[in-house]
T-cell receptor
Framework: AQSVTQPDIHITVSEGASLELRCNYSYGATPYLFWYVQSPGQGLQLLLKYFSGDTLVQGIKGFEAEFKRSQSSFNLRKPSVHWSDAAEYFCAVVDAGGTSYGKLTFGQGTILTVHP | DGGITQSPKYLFRKEGQNVTLSCEQNLNHDAMYWYRQDPGQGLRLIYYSQIVNDFQKGDIAEGYSVSREKKESFPLTVTSAQKNPTAFYLC??????????FGQGTRLTVV
C-alpha cells in the first residue's frame, strides 16, 4: 500500500528565511505527487503537482518542489517565506494507474509558523 | 463561480444521533470523495464515488454511509455507530487523477 511520511510535525522559520518541507513516499510504481496548503478551518488548496517530466516543478505563491526518485522524496521549497505562508502543508500521492482513480493518500501534515 | 459547497460549516451532534453533511459541486466532475481530518493524522478517505449510483468504501468507512443519486451531490451520513465522530470533514471532487478540488469543510462536534 502506498504511504506518505512528513517527518516534521511543526516547523518555525523567520520571515524572509528559506523553507524546505520534507516528504517521503512509499510506492512501487511512479506516483502522482501533490502539495496542498490549508489555512485554519479551511479546505485544501493545491500548491503544485508532479506527474512526469522535469523533476523540478513550480507552483503557486512562489513554491517549488523537486521529485527525487532515488530518495523517494518530493520536498517543498520556498526561497523567502512571507508571514502569510503560515499554514499547514500536506504532501499527497495518488496511484498513476490501476484502480485508485484519484484517491489521495496524505501525509500527516507539517504546521508552518512564521516569526516576524 | 464553479466550486464545491459544504454545509453546514459547523454541526453539533448528540450521542446516538445520525447527522448528514452536505456536499454539492457544480464543476461537472465525475468523482467525489469524503475525507476525515484529525489533528496530526492528515486526511483519511471515508468513501468515494466515481459515477452516479456507485460508491466505494475508503480506509475508514465504518460508521458512515453515503449516497450518489445525482452527479452534483454526495452527502455523508455519520451514524450512531461511529464512536468518535468529532472531526473536520472535507469533501472533494475530481476529473480522473489530475486535480482534486476541496470544499471548505464541516466541523462536527459531539455534545
Amino acid at each position: 500500500a502506498q504511504s506518505v511520511t512528513q517527518p516534521d510535525i511543526h516547523i518555525t522559520v523567520s520571515e524572509g528565511a528559506s523553507l524546505e518541507l520534507r516528504c517521503n513516499y512509499s510506492y512501487g510504481a511512479t506516483p502522482y505527487l501533490f502539495w496542498y496548503v490549508q489555512s485554519p478551518g479551511q479546505g485544501l488548496q493545491l500548491l503544485l503537482k508532479y506527474f512526469s517530466g522535469d523533476t523540478l516543478v513550480q507552483g503557486i505563491k512562489g513554491f517549488e518542489a523537486e521529485f527525487k526518485r532515488s530518495q523517494s522524496s518530493f520536498n517543498l521549497r520556498k526561497p523567502s517565506v512571507h508571514w502569510s505562508d503560515a499554514a499547514e502543508y500536506f504532501c499527497a500521492v495518488v496511484d498513476a494507474g490501476g484502480t485508485s482513480y484519484g484517491k489521495l493518500t496524505f501525509g500527516q501534515g507539517t504546521i508552518l509558523t512564521v516569526h516576524p | 463561480d464553479g466550486g464545491i459547497t459544504q454545509s453546514p460549516k459547523y454541526l453539533f451532534r448528540k450521542e446516538g444521533q445520525n447527522v448528514t453533511l452536505s456536499c454539492e459541486q457544480n464543476l461537472n466532475h465525475d468523482a467525489m470523495y469524503w475525507y476525515r481530518q484529525d489533528p496530526g493524522q492528515g486526511l483519511r478517505l471515508i468513501y468515494y464515488s466515481q459515477i452516479v449510483n456507485d460508491f466505494q468504501k475508503g480506509d475508514i468507512a465504518e460508521g458512515y454511509s453515503v449516497s450518489r443519486e445525482k452527479k452534483e451531490s454526495f452527502p455523508l451520513t455519520v451514524t450512531s455507530a461511529q464512536k468518535n465522530p468529532t472531526a473536520f470533514y472535507l469533501c472533494a471532487s475530481s476529473i480522473g487523477q489530475v486535480k482534486a478540488f476541496f470544499g471548505q469543510g464541516t466541523r462536527l462536534t459531539v455534545v
